[in-house]
């Protein structure tokens, strides 16, 4: 899927809808009529839309994703792959092609965002412990990368963070960490305590 940052209001929300996490995360939240408003090429059915406004995460886990400074957003229309994704962003991420994980790591390939509510801590996103029946405790990297991504396209300017551990592993059993740093997206790994990005 190909996204691209726009300015054209194609989508009205009811405001009551999400009216208490966006009063509570200000910012860090993003709905699908914001995506679907400041992104080309992304169009949720109104049975997403439903879908997504039906189950809302409740108010205490807004809570936590207010006291733990985590990013809600909405998940893509269609599922993406990490290698999907980059595809049609290569100008945003730091490694166009190939790289490290373009041929040879099974997670870029096989691992997916959906069309779910996802939450994205700015640090070490295992650290973070929600409540067990809201299954978002862990992000991979296409999550991850994902609601970094809109962050950005949806307010115009990219989100300086830390590097983020995912869920993701790579072929030694390794960390996949996620950053984004000065709008450019970066995937490594962590080996011998460095973080290897190439």
């Not at 994980?101 to 870029?108: D, L, N, R, T, V």
């Not at 973070?128 to 949806?154: G, H, M, T």
Request: some cysteine; proline content about 5%; hydrophobic content about 40%.
């Amino acid at each position: 899927m190909m996204i691209e940052r726009c300015f054209e209001m194609k989508v009205t929300e009811n405001p009551s809808m999400y009216a208490f996490p966006r009063s509570i995360l200000g910012t860090c939240f993003v709905s699908p009529g914001d995506i679907a408003n400041s992104c080309r090429g992304v169009t949720y059915t109104d049975e997403q839309f439903a879908f997504l406004g039906a189950n809302t995460p409740s108010k205490d886990v807004v809570g936590l994703c207010c006291e733990n400074k985590c990013i809600l957003a909405a998940g893509p229309p269609k599922e993406m792959s990490l290698l999907g994704l980059r595809a049609g962003h290569r100008d945003i991420f730091d490694i166009p092609k190939d790289g490290w994980y373009g041929k040879k790591q099974s997670f870029a390939r096989t691992e997916h965002v959906h069309t779910r509510w996802i939450i994205c801590r700015y640090r070490d996103c295992r650290s973070l412990f929600l409540p067990a029946y809201f299954d978002l405790v862990s992000l991979n990297a296409v999550e991850a990368i994902w609601c970094l991504l809109c962050y950005q396209y949806v307010h115009g300017v990219p989100l300086s963070t830390p590097y983020i551990r995912t869920s993701s592993a790579d072929s030694e059993g390794g960390s996949v960490y996620v950053q984004l740093n000065r709008g450019k997206l970066v995937v490594c790994r962590l080996w011998a305590g460095l973080f290897i990005v190439g």
